[in-house]
C-alpha cells in the first residue's frame, strides 16, 4: 500500500506512452492510482462491527498512556479503527495497549512533544486527533503552561495545516481564570488558544473522573494512612459531581461519529452532586472503613502538600490538587452534554465499588454494595 501511496502523487491523468524505437512520450489518461490515493481503502468503513471491521476512522491519540487515554484506545480498538499512539515513555509501560486493538490497527509512535515535525509525523496520515495530554503536577522540564497550553496550541495548529478533519480536545469542567488552582487556570487559557487555532475543535470538560486507576476515589481512600481524612471546612462548602471515565471515553467517539458536534464545547458531568464531605464519607462506607474526618485550614493544607512536594518522585499531593480537590464544580446549564452524544450519565453508586473494593478488609471483600448507604445528593 505503501508504494501504491508514493506512485499516486505523480501528476494527474499523466501516463508514459511508446511512441517509437527508445522514445516515450507523455499521454494523458484517467490515473487508477490517484483515484486509489484519495480514498484509501484503509479508510473505508467495511466489515461487519468489531475489532476485526474497519471503521473509517484513523485516530492519532496524544496521551494515549494516562487515565482516560487506556480507555479511549480500547473504544476505538473495539470498533476498527486504526490508532497512532505517540509516546515518550519505555515501550514496557505500553504493554497493556497493544492487545486493544486487532492485529496492525495499533501504530506505536516515539514523539517529542516540544518539536513540531515530531507532531506532524504523528497526524499527517490522520481524520482525528485527540489532545488528552496532561498531568497533575509540575517538572522541572514540564510546567503547566507547557502541558495545557504550549503543546496544545502546537497539535491544534499543526492539525489544521494538516488538513484533518476532527479534534478532540480536552479540557476540565472546572476550568476557569479566576480559579485558585493553576492548573484550572492553564486548562482555560488551552481552550482559548485551541479555538482560536482550529475552530471547529471540539472541546469536551469533564468534572473529576472515577474509575479503577483514578487519583479522585482512590486519593481519598487512601487517605486512611494517614490517621483520618484532613477537609477544608471539613468539606461541607464544596459540591462535586463526578464522571464516570468509561462514559467519557463513550463521549469522545460518539462525538468523532457526530458530524454536529464539530465546534462545539460540552460539559460532562455526573447526574448527582455531592457534598465533598458526603460523598467521602459513602468512599469510607463502601471501603467498611472507620471515617474519621477532620477539618484543616487551606495554609496547614498546602504546607503539608508542599512536604509531598518535595518528593523526587511522583507527588501523592500537591498545594495544587489541594485547591483543585476543594473546588466546587460549576454547572453550565447552556452546554450540550453527555445525553446530547446519546450518553446516560453513570451514577457514583453504580460503579464506586469496582474502584474501592481493593480497600477493603480481607473479611468484607465479597460484601454486598447495598450493604453501604447510599451518599446523601445535593441539590442540582
Known sequence: ???????????RGLLLRRAGPGISVLAAAPSVLQQQHQVHHAVIPHGRSGRSSVSGIVATVFGATGFLGRYVVNRLGRIGSQVIIPYRCDQYDLMYLRPMGDLGQLLFLEWDCKDKDSIRRAVEHSNVVINLVGKEWETKNFS??????????????????AGVETLIHISHLNASMKSPSKYLRSKAVGENVVREEFPDAIILKPSEMFGREDRFLNHYANMRWFGGV?????GKKTVKQPVYVVDVAKAIIN?????????????????????????????????????????????????????FEINPFEPWLTRDKVDRFHTTDMTFPDLPGLEDLGIQPTSLEQKAIEVL???????????????AKPAKTYPM
Open 1 to 11: 500500500m505503501a508504494a501504491v501511496a508514493r506512485c499516486s502523487r505523480a501528476p
Open 144 to 161: 503547566f503552561e507547557d502541558e495545557f497550553v504550549n503543546i496544545p496550541k502546537s497539535i491544534a495548529q499543526i492539525t489544521r495545516e
Open 230 to 234: 484532613p477537609l477544608i471546612s471539613l
Open 255 to 307: 462525538a468523532i461519529k457526530d458530524p454536529d458536534a464539530k465546534g462545539k464545547t460540552y460539559a460532562l458531568a455526573g447526574p448527582n452532586r455531592y457534598l465533598l464531605y458526603d460523598m467521602v464519607e459513602y468512599i469510607y462506607a463502601v471501603c467498611f472503613r472507620t471515617f474519621l474526618p477532620y477539618p484543616l485550614p487551606r495554609p496547614l493544607y498546602r504546607l503539608v502538600a508542599r512536604f
Open 357 to 371: 473494593r481493593r480497600h477493603r478488609r480481607y473479611r468484607w471483600l465479597d460484601a454486598e454494595l447495598e450493604e
